[in-house]
């Protein structure tokens, strides 16, 4: 067993990830790595739920708005720079906190899984965009069943990344793994479906009392609608707002709540097949673990 020690944290959107890492960090002097595919972002600090400076408590946080939107950032590149913020951490002596909803980040992180580096095929996802899921699902399951088979196929990110790789290489290939050399503790924060639908609702509420709609006017002038779009249902139900489909805040807040519960349904389901996750309600039982 190595002397490295990781804290991986994980858990659905809204169950309290963050606060569960940051008082973590305090009681035992650790720094926060997220594992966010969003908050690896500039300019997208309201709608990906990222903490505030206020909201750390003083406990450094890596990985966070460091890309630019414009930019396309794979698992691949996540990967690299997520072991290396590991490796100073351990190097000073700091136990690192894993924190994010975003599992195959996590991942990619602490399983190595080895992702082909295949470039974005613009041409094709411009193609592809206009899309449905269920269309994108049939073109990926004549290219690659296998794929197919494991995928996320209610993710149109996922899937049109699959096709790319399809594409360029003719199948994706199975994925390999190069595990960390580390003593890793999974620990995965639950709520009951209505606490966390009642979290999920006031969530929403702050994210439009602090500005979700201006927030997604400035990424208009600086990205296509599209781009937008891929960053997630709350800044694509934010564009439906603004071109007028979703007509009052109220019936936005409504919109956004129903999907941030169906997307909080399908993390659950991906990270319920990790058996090494040891499920807590509170910090008070994830110390037991730690301890």
Do not use: C
């Amino acid at each position: 067993m190595s002397n490295n020690k990781l804290i991986v944290i994980v858990g659905p959107t809204a169950s309290g990830k963050s606060a569960l890492a940051i008082g973590i960090a305090r009681r035992f002097g650790g720094e926060i790595i997220s594992a966010d595919s969003r908050q690896i972002y500039k300019g997208l600090e309201i709608g990906s739920g990222k903490v505030t400076k206020k909201e750390t408590l003083g406990v450094s946080h890596h990985l966070l708005g460091i890309i630019s939107p414009k930019s396309t950032f794979t698992a691949s590149q996540y990967q690299k720079i997520a072991r290396l913020e590991l490796k100073k951490m351990w190097d000073k002596g700091k136990l690192p906190i894993l924190v994010g909803g975003t599992g195959f980040y996590i991942r990619a992180a602490v399983d190595g899984i080895v992702i082909p580096e295949v470039k974005p095929n613009i041409r094709l996802r411009k193609k592809l965009e206009d899309k449905s899921v269920l269309e994108l699902s049939v073109i990926l399951k004549k290219k690659d069943l296998r794929r197919w088979k494991e995928i996320d196929r209610r993710n149109p990110r996922r899937l049109i990344r699959s096709i790319e790789i399809a594409e360029s290489l003719g199948k994706v290939p199975k994925l390999e793994s190069n595990p960390l050399k580390a003593d890793v503790l999974f620990i995965g924060i639950t709520k009951n479906k209505s606490v966390l639908g009642k979290l999920i609702k006031r969530r929403v509420r702050k994210m439009i009392e602090k500005g979700l709609v201006g927030e997604t006017q400035a990424l208009i002038k600086k990205i296509p609608d599209r781009k937008i779009r891929e960053f997630g249902f709350e800044y694509a139900d934010t564009l439906d707002f603004l071109e007028g489909k979703i007509r009052t805040k109220k019936e936005l807040i409504k919109k956004i709540t129903g999907d941030s519960l169906k997307y909080a349904k399908r993390q659950m389901t991906w990270f319920e097949k990790d058996k090494r996750i040891h499920w807590v309600k509170n910090e008070r039982e994830a110390l037991r673990f730690i301890k």
